[in-house]
């Protein structure tokens, strides 16, 4: 096409050129070409020309090809559209007017497709930070891509540089040590600023108003953890913030750093251990007086990563570890419990009474993910892999260095939430999505009910948003700031994925099994996504933007 083109354009430089020369021999020397029969032919040829239809010049786009690859369902196709919607409409019930505040979530999308083969979508795509505002009895939403350095990289060159899921070895050569974090994990709110989090880099820090992408945040210069995790514990009483980063000095590296910030977010503690051999701490429980680091045997190695293979990897080979220290203790002095193999990402909620730890995760007794092979070559098992709802107890007395293990529900749970006031308190209420219940047959995968449990009294309840949709992370929000413990409201987002599009769902937290507080219509499908929290009009008036 090009040389066509090209070809077609240089000739008819040619008809104007040699029209103009003819047409100025005609004024001077008639004669002298008026019997010429090869100039006569090429006049025609010239003047046959004229009359067909120019073709343009293509020129080579330095970008390539913009083509994603298909997904099982369309409702999965990327968005890649930042909105700004003013007063969602409210198809069913009524939005409680004393509701003022705003849920924020963040999701996976992505602005060009990936160069990677079978990549592992939502965990390694871009960041898109959500709100929703609750004020007056309405709600506003907004979306907006978060710009990381990553973000902007790509943006720049047009395409994907950043390859394999934690696999720098991947990456186009012009992105050599760049932060390699999408944000694509979790929002939280603390100390007046917002942050977009990925366990793999430190935060983002962004506009709470706004979404407006401020710049990567490493607390002043006080934190030196290559990375930092995306599920830290904000304590109720005193408003610290406790977390930690994994790997942290560099992908596959064993080190733990960990941290307490004030309330105000300035870093007032820190400490360092070693791992017994480097997995995904994706998550950790923190109580009054401890905090617990599970390490399972989704284990990651450097020679794995320089062959190309999955930077995670299931061993059941390693028995899970782990790793007790007193706040503001020791990484030195860090104590080690040990059982047999088997699977946690997220916790519910932990709490201490000096003596026992209790932690309540949804556990499984091999891998949930099924992207992240197992080492051994044996298939994924999606049987073995199904996640319950348990409760682990560490005791601190008994001189023993197990822990026992005790089953609080049946369902098939992932995405644990809790009454964030009770977080490393004693909690009785927590809520999760559902994706199997014992005795129901379900067609289709992903998370289809929304289920509640109240511990003093073993009552579970079940939210179903009807054939077709599925849920994501449930939120909690109090009813009111001294709302007894899970009195108050669940948010929930639903992907009603064969009419293409999503619904914010407000549930009563004490009868999720009842009709919806209201459904709120999103003329636009929301991508999967991870984590949100609730901000209240109060905390955003803290902000230090």
Not at 536 to 544: A, I, M, P, V
Request: proline share 6%.
């Amino acid at each position: 096409m090009r040389t066509q083109a090209v070809a077609t354009t240089e000739l008819d430089r040619q008809v104007r050129t040699e029209g103009e020369t003819r047409h100025d021999s005609l004024d001077g020397e008639h004669m002298t070409h008026q019997n010429n029969p090869e100039e006569d032919a090429r006049a025609e040829e010239l003047a046959w020309v004229r009359t067909q239809p120019k073709v343009p010049i293509v020129t080579p786009s330095p970008y390539p090809m913009i083509r994603f690859a298909e997904p099982g369902h369309p409702f999965d196709r990327p968005v890649r559209v930042e909105a700004d919607i003013e007063g969602l409409e409210c198809v069913q019930g009524e939005i409680p007017a004393h509701l003022n505040g705003t849920y924020y979530k963040v999701v996976s999308d992505r602005q060009f497709p990936s160069f990677v083969e079978n990549d592992l979508g939502y965990f390694n795509d871009d960041g898109m930070a959500l709100s929703f505002r609750f004020h007056d009895g309405k709600v506003d939403y907004k979306s907006r891509f978060i710009r990381t350095p990553r973000f902007e990289a790509e943006k720049a060159a047009g395409r994907s540089l950043f390859g394999k899921y934690r696999n720098q070895f991947d990456d186009d050569a012009m992105v050599e040590g760049m932060l390699r974090g999408n944000a694509n994990t979790n929002l939280f709110f603390h100390g007046g600023k917002l942050y977009a989090a990925k366990e793999d880099s430190p935060p983002i820090i962004l506009d709470p108003i706004t979404l407006e992408t401020l710049g990567v945040y490493d607390f002043e210069g006080s934190l030196t953890s290559k990375s930092s995790t995306a599920h830290p514990k904000i304590d109720p009483i005193t408003g610290e913030m406790v977390f930690f980063g994994y790997a942290a000095k560099g992908d596959t590296t064993r080190d733990i750093a960990y941290y307490e910030a004030d309330s105000t977010g300035q870093i007032i503690h820190e400490t360092w251990f070693k791992a017994p051999y480097s997995a995904m701490v994706h998550d950790f429980a923190v109580t009054q007086n401890y905090v617990v680091f599970p390490i399972i045997p989704l284990r990651s190695e450097r020679e794995w990563i320089e062959k190309g293979e999955s930077s995670f990897q299931w061993d059941a080979s390693e028995d899970v570890y782990l790793g007790v220290m007193p706040r503001k203790g020791d990484g030195a002095k860090i104590r080690w419990f040990r059982g047999r193999s088997r699977f946690a990402s997220h916790t519910l909620g932990a709490y201490d009474d000096g003596r026992y730890i209790y932690i309540d995760s949804p556990v499984s007794e091999s891998k949930y993910f099924p992207w992240f092979p197992n080492r051994d070559g044996s298939p994924h098992d999606a049987v073995k892999g199904r996640t319950t709802l348990t409760r682990w107890t560490i005791d601190l007395h008994d001189g023993s260095d197990g822990f026992t293990e005790s089953s609080i529900s049946d369902l098939g749970v992932e995405f644990p939430r809790m009454d964030d006031r009770f977080e490393t308190l004693q909690h009785t209420w927590g809520a999760m999505a559902v994706s199997s219940v014992p005795g129901i047959e379900m067609q289709g995968h992903g998370f289809r009910w929304v289920s509640t449990v109240d511990y003093a009294t073993g009552a579970q309840k079940l939210y179903y948003p009807g054939e077709g949709s599925t849920v994501g992370e449930p939120v909690f929000v109090p009813g009111a700031p001294g709302a007894p413990e899970g009195h108050g409201y669940v948010l929930v987002l639903v992907s009603r994925r064969d009419a293409m599009h999503s619904d914010l769902v407000v549930l009563d937290a004490q009868n999720v099994d009842k009709e919806p507080v209201c459904t709120l219509r999103m003329p636009l499908r929301v991508p999967k996504g991870l984590h949100g929290n609730w901000v209240s009009d109060e905390e955003l008036g803290q902000r230090t933007d």
